[in-house]
């Protein structure tokens, strides 16, 4: 049963204009501001910018393990979350909207559980990490809001900040990726770690580096393909989870 939800905003998403309550939520990993945003119908949904106010911190330094424990603590039970990423699909052009299902992992520093053996080991089941209940709301939800998803998309996870090299864009090619971003793990990792039902959409900012010859990353590209689409699914979002 959806009990309480929230939006988790990434690179370019950073609030939603409606009436807003800031929180600040004090966890045992630190502390984080949210926004309570109040509906017309009473209900509220949580709003939380990954990289901070103003897109202060980097995806390598950012505080997942608070981020995601303030969620659980305002008693979230399912999350939309937003990324850019980049594409090395040939189908997935810049701008377009891709539901993540699957990653592959290559992030090298961050701490990416909850359980840290205190109580017993534990090991989570991954074998679907991304909330199907969610991703199936999109799908039948989009066309209303003149939001054309370009299909699934397996996500590699790099640890940045630097963007990726043509060899491992190659490789990750190779693996099986579709689209590539520097924040997804251990974010779905550590909401599936808490029993919260996560799902991703990813805004298509770039073509990934070497992918197409001539194309490099730009960066007020990647501004622009987020904007074009943010303010349309914010509305989904809305409207998916208040009903
Ligand atoms: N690589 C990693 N992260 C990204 C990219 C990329 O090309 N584009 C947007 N986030």
């Known amino acids: 049963m959806i009990k309480r939800v929230a939006i988790i905003g990434g690179t370019g998403v950073y609030g939603i204009n409606s ?34 106010k103003g897109h202060s911190t980097p995806p390598h330094l950012i505080n997942y393990r608070a981020n995601m424990m303030a969620l659980k ?22 701008g ?16 990416n559980t909850f359980f840290d053996g205190d109580d017993g080991v534990k090991h989570t089941d991954m074998s679907d990490p991304y909330c199907s209940y969610l991703r199936n709301k999109v799908m039948k939800f989009s066309s209303d ?11 590699a ?47 298509i900012t770039n073509w990934c580096t070497g992918f197409k010859k001539g194309e490099d990353i730009v960066l007020h590209e990647i501004a622009s393909s987020i904007e074009k689409n943010k303010i349309k699914l914010e509305k989904m979002f809305i409207e998916i989870l208040s009903g």
């Not at 377009?96 to 701490?111: A, E, G, P, S, W």
């Not at 809001?145 to 996500?155: L, M, T």
């Open 73 to 94: 603590e305002l008693s979230v039970t399912h999350i939309y979350s937003t990324c850019a990423v980049g594409s090395l699909n040939e189908n997935y052009d810049i």
């Open 19 to 52: 009436n807003e309550i800031i929180l600040n939520i004090k966890t045992i990993y630190g502390q984080v501001e949210v926004n309570i945003i109040k509906l017309n119908n009473d209900k509220e949904i949580v709003f939380l910018p990954r990289h901070g």
């Open 157 to 203: 996870c790099t640890e940045g900040p630097r963007f990726e090299t043509s060899a491992e864009i190659k490789m990750y090619g190779f693996m099986g990726a579709d689209v590539v971003g520097m924040t997804n793990v251990p974010e779905v990792v550590l909401a599936k770690e808490l029993g919260m039902c996560y799902s991703a959409i990813g805004i």
């Open 96 to 111: 377009d909207i891709v539901i993540i299902n699957d990653f592959l992992d290559f992030t090298k520093n961050r701490i």
């Open 145 to 155: 809001y003149d939001i054309n998803i370009k299909g699934n998309a397996v996500y």
